[in-house]
């Protein structure tokens, strides 16, 4: 599905990692963390083992506890939904904006009001158990879907005020802006993740950005076992975790970085061969770019097909010609342990549901040629 564009600038910076005493916490975690507070404008950048790792501190510092009200949406990958179980929070879902598969600003708004303003209102947006609607709304959760920041215009003057923390999931945005501004860089904190088909890799790894300087170290202590500043290394101020970034990942990260201004405009590249050659095949439509998205940060290549064409069957007839393709996204709500947990049900949030039978990730990566983007379009209008 994806391959990591890795040159001999990756290779030796983290085979120089190798020559040192430093395998974990050194001197490239310091300057990554520099590269992303250089390259988001952000005061404070905590390089971390893992996206998921990220997004549950950023829940930690947002003060979100047992019970605790979150919205955010069911169009994503499961991690954005998992931090807040972590914490035995509940995520309140609303529905997405059908072109962007971004949350729903009047939805989120419409959420807000309800919620607030007492018992009786709350329950339209609560899930069927699991959820008291007594309890506080602490949060929204936004997810920047496939490089696409969310609409944070409209959903940012409510959450405010409110007194909502904003956690911004951009995961899969890293390098993209929302009128003008870096993606990462909207809400309270950010979170990025590097994943091998990201726009940078790690391998495994992810990164907060906040200007928060009090949740900042507050999240350092947490990634480092809870320990606090002036800890030593058997005292432990907080419960906290083994969340640290080795060395070895962020030497490959901090090259990654350099290279940010290569690595983006080739998957443009790789995306506009694909529009060009998608919009020329019938029930295929290629993805949306809104307005306010000043520049698309392309994570994934995902297609959606017209009505009455099986998904599933395409995936099929694709890895029958050596093309292999997946779902982008399964709703989070119709995940089997969240329909144990929280009693959803098909049908309650029926525009990711609809987004979800027709989405199609295709082979998408910033080393693809346009030959191979030509065969991949081929066979799927053969297929087709």
Avoid at 136 to 147: R, S
Avoid at 210 to 230: C, F, H, I, K, S
Avoid at 291 to 306: A, D
Wanted: negative net charge; contains cysteine.
């Amino acid at each position: 599905m994806s391959s990591p564009d890795i040159t001999d600038r990756e290779r030796e910076a983290v085979a120089d990692v190798m020559k040192t005493a430093y395998l974990s916490m050194g001197q490239y975690n310091e300057a990554f963390e520099e590269a992303f507070r250089a390259f988001t404008g952000s005061r404070h950048a905590i390089a971390v083992n893992s996206g998921t790792a990220g997004l549950h501190m950023c829940v930690r510092a947002a003060g979100i506890q047992d019970g605790d009200l979150v919205i955010t949406t069911p169009f994503s990958f499961v991690a954005s939904a998992n931090v807040l179980l972590f914490e035995r929070a509940v995520p309140v879902f609303v529905d997405v904006d059908p072109q962007t598969g971004n949350i729903d600003p009047p939805l989120v708004r419409a959420a807000i009001l309800d919620i607030v303003s007492g018992v009786q209102g709350a329950h339209a947006w609560l899930p069927r158990r699991g959820a008291d609607p007594a309890r506080p709304l602490k949060a929204v959760l936004p997810v920047d879907v496939f490089g696409q920041p969310a609409d944070f215009a409209s959903i940012l003057p409510l959450a405010r005020e409110h007194n909502l923390k904003v956690i911004e999931d951009s995961c899969e945005a890293l390098g993209a802006t929302y009128q003008g501004r870096p993606a990462g860089t909207w809400g309270d904190y950010g979170v990025f993740a590097f994943y091998p088909n990201k726009q940078i890799t790690t391998a495994e790894g992810g990164l907060i950005v906040t200007d928060d300087d009090e949740a900042a170290d507050y999240m350092r202590a947490l990634r480092n076992q809870g320990r606090a500043p002036g800890d030593t290394w058997l005292q432990h101020t907080h419960l906290g975790y083994n969340y640290r970034l080795d060395e070895l990942s962020a030497a490959l990260g901090a090259v990654q970085m350099s290279r940010m201004e290569e690595l983006l405009p080739k998957r443009q590249q790789v995306a506009d061969w694909y529009n060009e050659r998608i919009a020329e095949i019938p029930g295929v439509e290629a993805p949306v770019i809104v307005p306010n998205t000043t520049r698309t940060s392309w994570f994934v290549y995902v297609v959606r097909f017209q009505p009455g064409i099986d998904r599933d069957a395409v995936i099929k007839a694709l890895e029958k010609h050596g093309i292999p393709a997946r779902p982008y996204f399964s709703p989070i709500h119709l995940q089997p342990y969240m329909v144990e947990r929280f009693g959803f049900q098909p049908g309650d949030f029926p525009v990711t549901e609809d987004l979800g039978r027709r989405s199609l990730a295709l082979p998408f990566s910033g080393i693809m040629t346009e030959a191979q983007v030509e065969t991949v379009c081929q066979v799927l209008r053969k297929v087709l």
